[in-house]
């Protein structure tokens, strides 16, 4: 479909460009990174070649100066190839919004470079076994140690845990102040006292390493807290507020990548004489998937279009577009599944490894459950 949403003419040539990459040189290998469930080094050194992996760290920086509808685009193009591959810039995105909204300028001038390039990949540590909804009940501490700081404890589900040469860490500093008593850190891969443990062995975006974290009397300096003590878990909320729209623009990728091959099969696959797109069941099917990813699209690209705005209501639009591309993607892959009928079923077509995909795509990043109470509170404010 024609984008309602007028990307400008950059934003356009830009999205060419990175289809024709992702077509050639990612969507060959997505089945096998499917397979082997193994983070692609390849893809990594191919995003970076071309840019791809700072696009939206600010010029100063070396990055690209991108705003965040381009990010989207970006998104959505390597999603609509592979969801694994998607996860590298995606959460080269995640683990430096902390410190793009905290960092001070020495932090940044020191950090971010080798991020812009593509040389160190960083990953974002929030969740805990547990504290997934309820971030704020974290056990992970930080304490004063010297000039610096002690960290303890664990962090579940870390995207890119293992490749990643450093983390944004949120630990508590004052655990009797609650939310208040978080801070965020950032910690190198390779300080002492860092270790990453379990990888696991998940439904989709298996060629995305998903492992815990863990900190056991990690000395780090003074230097490496990001923003003031107690202002973590803030840092870490308003950094999902810009990112949970990139969430919603990786599944709208996943479901284009999905109803592009069903219309594809729909017009080679005959049964009863006829190809089946030429049947109205089968039509509506794809109609219906087509209607519903352009309404998710518009709504990524909208909530992007706020971020660059810098609009207060960000964090609203943000949790909608990803919780309605998310259902979305969920919804148009199964279907997908469903046109092929049995082909659907198994790895010789990319579409069971897309519904696969997707699915993560309704629980990180705050479960859709979550992106549901941020939309409520919003609208209902303190009862
Ligand atoms: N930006 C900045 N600050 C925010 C914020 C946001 N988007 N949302 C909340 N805050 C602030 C609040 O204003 C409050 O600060 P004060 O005490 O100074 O008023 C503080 O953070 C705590 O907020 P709140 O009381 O709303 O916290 P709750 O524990 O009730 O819940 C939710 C917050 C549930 C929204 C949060 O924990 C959440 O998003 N959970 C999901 C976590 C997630 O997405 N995990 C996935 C990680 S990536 S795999």
């Given at each position: 479909?024609?984008?309602?949403?007028r990307?400008?003419d950059?934003?356009?040539e830009?999205?060419?460009?990175?289809?024709?990459?992702?077509?050639d040189?990612?969507?060959?290998?997505?089945?096998?990174?499917?397979?082997?469930?193994v983070?692609?080094h390849?893809?990594?050194?191919l995003?970076?070649?071309n840019?791809?992996?700072?696009l939206?760290?600010?010029?100063?920086?070396g990055?690209?100066?991108?705003?965040?509808?381009?990010?989207?685009?970006?998104?959505?193009?390597?999603?609509?190839?592979?969801?694994?591959?998607?996860?590298?810039?995606?959460?080269?995105?995640?683990?430096?919004?902390?410190?793009l909204?905290?960092?001070d300028?020495?932090?940044?001038?020191?950090?971010?470079?080798?991020?812009?390039?593509?040389?160190?990949?960083?990953?974002?540590?929030?969740?805990?076994?547990?504290?997934?909804?309820?971030?704020?009940?974290?056990?992970?501490?930080?304490?004063?140690?010297?000039?610096?700081w002690?960290?303890?404890?664990?962090?579940?589900?870390?995207?890119?845990?293992?490749?990643?040469?450093?983390?944004?860490?949120?630990?508590k500093?004052?655990?009797?102040?609650?939310?208040?008593?978080?801070?965020?850190?950032?910690?190198r891969?390779?300080?002492?006292?860092?270790?990453?443990?379990?990888?696991?062995d998940?439904?989709g975006?298996r060629?995305?390493?998903?492992?815990?974290?863990?900190?056991?009397?990690c000395?780090?300096?003074?230097?490496?807290?990001?923003?003031?003590?107690?202002?973590?878990?803030?840092?870490?909320?308003?950094?999902?507020?810009?990112?949970?729209l990139?969430?919603?623009?990786?599944?709208?990728g996943?479901?284009?990548?999905?109803?592009?091959?069903?219309?594809?099969y729909?017009?080679?696959?005959?049964q009863f004489?006829?190809?089946i797109?030429?049947?109205?069941?089968?039509q509506?099917?794809?109609?219906?998937?087509?209607?519903d990813?352009?309404?998710?699209?518009?709504?990524?690209?909208?909530?992007?279009?706020?971020?660059?705005?810098?609009?207060?209501?960000?964090?609203?639009l943000?949790?909608?577009a990803?919780?309605?591309?998310?259902?979305?993607?969920?919804a148009?892959?199964?279907?997908?599944?469903q046109v092929?009928g049995?082909?659907?079923?198994?790895?010789d077509h990319?579409?069971?490894?897309?519904?696969?995909?997707a699915?993560?795509?309704?629980?990180?990043?705050?479960?859709?459950?979550?992106?549901?109470?941020?939309?409520?509170?919003?609208?209902?404010?303190?009862l």
């Open positions: 479909m024609s984008d309602a949403f990307l400008t950059e934003q356009r830009f999205r060419g460009v990175v289809r024709t990459l992702c077509e040189k990612i969507a060959p290998r997505a089945a096998q990174i499917d397979a082997d469930a983070f692609p390849d893809v990594r050194t995003l970076a070649a840019g791809l992996l700072g939206h760290i600010p010029e100063e920086y990055g690209g100066g991108a705003d965040a509808v381009t990010f989207c685009v970006l998104i959505e193009e390597v999603a609509r190839a592979c969801a694994s591959s998607s996860l590298i810039p995606g959460v080269q995105k995640l683990g430096t919004m902390p410190l909204l905290a960092a300028e020495e932090q940044l001038r020191r950090w971010l470079p080798p991020l812009a390039s593509g040389d160190e990949l960083i990953s974002y540590c929030l969740s805990e076994a547990g504290a997934g909804s309820d971030a704020a009940a974290m056990t992970t501490r930080a304490r004063p140690d010297g000039e610096g002690r960290l303890d404890g664990s962090k579940m589900w870390t995207t890119n845990a293992g490749v990643s040469d450093a983390y944004v860490v949120m630990a500093t004052d655990p009797d102040a609650g939310a208040r008593g978080v801070s965020a850190f950032y910690v891969a390779d300080d002492p006292g860092v270790s990453v443990g379990r990888k696991e998940k439904l975006i060629g995305s390493p998903t492992c815990q974290v863990h900190f056991d009397g000395a780090v300096p003074g230097d490496r807290l990001v923003g003031r003590p107690g202002e973590g878990f803030k840092t870490a909320l308003r950094a999902l507020d810009h990112t949970r990139t969430i919603g623009a990786q599944a709208v996943i479901a284009q990548g999905a109803l592009d091959h069903c219309v594809g729909a017009r080679e696959r005959r004489g006829r190809p797109g030429s049947f109205q069941a089968v509506f099917m794809l109609a219906d998937m087509a209607i990813i352009e309404a998710a699209r518009q709504l990524v690209y909208a909530a992007g279009a706020s971020a660059d705005r810098g609009d207060p209501d960000l964090g609203l943000s949790a909608a990803k919780c309605k591309a998310s259902d979305v993607a969920m148009v892959t199964t279907d997908a599944v092929l049995g082909y659907g079923y198994v790895s990319p579409v069971e490894r897309m519904m696969r995909d699915k993560i795509t309704q629980i990180y990043e705050g479960t859709n459950q979550i992106q549901r109470l941020v939309v409520a509170r919003r609208l209902l404010g303190p």
